[in-house]
């Protein structure tokens, strides 16, 4: 079993800056692919950016291309989300997923969740 506590939310002006991270417990996190999930109020959790087993691979949806980058430190056993240039619309509670298999954008297949951590974009 995996536990993960997200960190590094805040409010922020539309084209700051943050960076997220994902502790997670446990010494199997090299098991696991990652991904970076996000939910505004009254919508449903969308995907942001995953990130493989070592690092080597990395996927994002559209909405965040080129802005966000997501990374992962094994011996740290911690997921990072750098946000760049944000924007308003990027407010939501952030969700960092575990997943045993490479399927990014697919929230039903993540097994294991933190708490969120929320992120607000002021315009």
Same mark, same amino acid.
């Given at each position: @079993? *995996?536990?993960?506590?997200e !960190?590094?939310?805040g409010?922020?002006?539309? =084209? =700051? !800056?943050?960076?997220?991270?994902c502790?997670a #417990?446990?010494?199997? &996190?090299?098991?696991?692919?990652?991904g970076?999930?996000?939910?505004?109020?009254? /919508?449903e959790?969308? &995907? *942001? =950016?995953?990130?493989d087993? *070592?690092?080597?691979?990395?996927?994002?949806?559209h !909405?965040?291309? =080129?802005?966000?980058?997501? !990374?992962?430190?094994?011996? /740290?056993?911690?997921?990072?989300? @750098?946000?760049?240039?944000? /924007?308003?619309?990027?407010?939501?509670?952030?969700?960092?997923?575990?997943a045993?298999?490479?399927v990014?954008?697919r929230?039903?297949?993540?097994?294991?969740?933190? @708490?969120?951590?929320?992120?607000?974009?002021s #315009?």
């Amino acid at each position: @079993q *995996v536990q993960l506590v997200e !960190s590094g939310g805040g409010l922020v002006q539309a =084209g =700051g !800056s943050l960076r997220l991270s994902c502790a997670a #417990s446990g010494r199997t &996190f090299s098991s696991y692919a990652m991904g970076w999930f996000r939910q505004a109020p009254g /919508k449903e959790r969308e &995907f *942001v =950016g995953a990130v493989d087993w *070592v690092g080597t691979r990395t996927d994002y949806a559209h !909405s965040v291309k =080129g802005r966000f980058t997501i !990374s992962r430190d094994n011996a /740290k056993n911690t997921v990072f989300l @750098q946000m760049n240039s944000l /924007k308003p619309e990027d407010t939501a509670v952030y969700y960092c997923g575990a997943a045993v298999a490479w399927v990014p954008s697919r929230v039903n297949l993540y097994a294991y969740w933190g @708490q969120g951590t929320q992120v607000t974009v002021s #315009s």
